[in-house]
């Protein structure tokens, strides 16, 4: 595998971006260059009280980048893994994906001219599969009903498939590849480092691959030796084994474990119910403006379960993977939060945020950034 492109210095906030001397390779440039260009995310400060105490939790927003997820550097990463593959006419990536990553690819083989096939199941967003297709992506579906356990394997199986068949086809595989960890080791984590302020206690963050995670833990571990890294995972992925159960959520979870982190990777892993993770989502927007997507919210879920049994944290950093524009049609749609068993009106909703939360304030100076979610918010 190539090694992978050291970040450039837009990883460290107010930093000047570096333009790297071009390589041989023009797919790199381009990564190089998509690198340099790339905000550094904001986060926002909230406040809360649980257990009769307040606390301050700082969120990462990813999706505040250019394909609206903390997968865009998943997805550079990957590439630039690959990049050697790449020059060949008639190269395609294929990747099996639930959504935000194929998003990222899509953007990202556009500007590259490549072919790209994202490997799909029904349960993603339809928002997202718009705007893979928008991009000149593929979407390849598997038939997996809803209700059962096997996306990911029967995504996988197809995956190899196309890889077999089609002359030219590359899997950069982010369940296997370690340029999945490392960017956001290299990256992420130091960028959110640097936005933390000096008194976090404890750092929340979902999983999938476990790639973010494993990214943060490993750059945190050197750099905050006392800070707690919390997995959070949702009640029947089985990412840290148990037995998979059908999900509604996308992005947070896997029916697989991840082969990225290991009992030194985390403190504590959470999992968290489903219901309360939307439920989050709701209190959060009604009282601060910020629509996160569902697995944030789960994040947050756990975060909050974690302050209420450990008192003496009063500040806490979670790494909130996207917003939720992506999220009108299900998260923040009556008839899906019917579906899910749950009431439509936050006030209602706000009751079954766990953790005996009643609500949060913003306090940041800054205006809200996020926007409620629509139908029409197309990501391209
Ligand atoms: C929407 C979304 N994107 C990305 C991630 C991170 O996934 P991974 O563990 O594959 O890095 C998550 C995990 O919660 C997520 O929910």
Redesign the pocket.
């Known amino acids: 595998m190539p090694p992978t492109l050291p970040p450039t210095a837009a990883a460290s906030p107010g930093a000047t971006p570096r333009t790297d001397p071009p390589t041989a390779n023009p797919v790199l440039d381009h990564l190089g260059r998509a690198m340099a260009d790339y905000p550094v995310t904001p986060v926002r400060t909230i406040h809360t009280e649980i257990a009769g105490i307040r606390r301050t939790i700082t969120l990462k927003l990813e999706g505040h980048s250019p394909w609206s ?3 865009g550097r ?1 997805a550079l990463s990957l590439i630039q893994s690959v990049a050697g593959e790449l020059t060949v006419p008639g190269a395609t990536i294929v990747e099996s994906t639930s959504g ?1 990553l194929g998003l990222a690819l899509s953007a990202i083989c556009r500007e590259l001219g490549l072919r790209f096939i994202a490997v799909v199941d029904r349960r993603q967003s339809p928002i997202i599969q718009q705007a893979i297709e928008a991009n000149g992506g593929e979407l390849d579906w598997v038939k997996t009903p809803d209700d059962a356990t096997t996306h990911l394997q029967d995504r996988l199986a197809r995956v190899r498939e196309l890889v077999r068949d089609l002359p030219h086809a590359v899997w950069p595989n ?1 369940y296997q590849n370690d340029a999945n960890w490392r960017i956001h080791e290299s990256w992420t984590a130091p960028e959110f480092d640097a936005q933390a302020g000096e008194k976090a206690q404890a750092l929340f963050a ?8 494993a990214g943060l833990s490993r750059h945190f571990r050197r750099t905050r030796p006392g800070l707690r890294i919390v997995a959070v995972d949702v009640r029947g992925s089985t990412v840290f084994g148990g037995v998979p159960r059908p999900r509604a959520l996308t ?2 979870g896997a029916s697989r474990r991840s082969v990225f982190l290991d009992a030194a990777s985390t403190d504590d892993v959470l999992l968290v119910d489903e219901r309360q993770a939307v439920a989050c989502c709701h209190t959060l927007r009604q009282d601060t403006g910020i629509a996160v ?1 569902g ?1 944030s919210g789960a994040v947050l879920v756990g975060c909050l379960e974690y302050l209420y049994r450990n008192p003496e944290v009063r500040h806490a950093l979670c790494l909130c ?2 917003l939720g524009d992506h999220y009108g049609p299900t998260v923040y749609h009556p008839a899906w939060l019917d579906r899910m068993g749950l009431p439509a009106e936050a006030d209602r909703l706000r009751h079954r945020t766990g953790a005996a939360c009643t609500g949060f304030q913003s306090v940041d100076d800054t205006p809200s950034t996020t926007s409620a979610p629509s139908e029409e918010d197309i990501p391209r």
């Open positions: 997820s903390v997968k998943t935000n982010q979902g999983v999938s691959t476990g790639g973010t995670l992005g947070i997507g697995s993977p996207d």
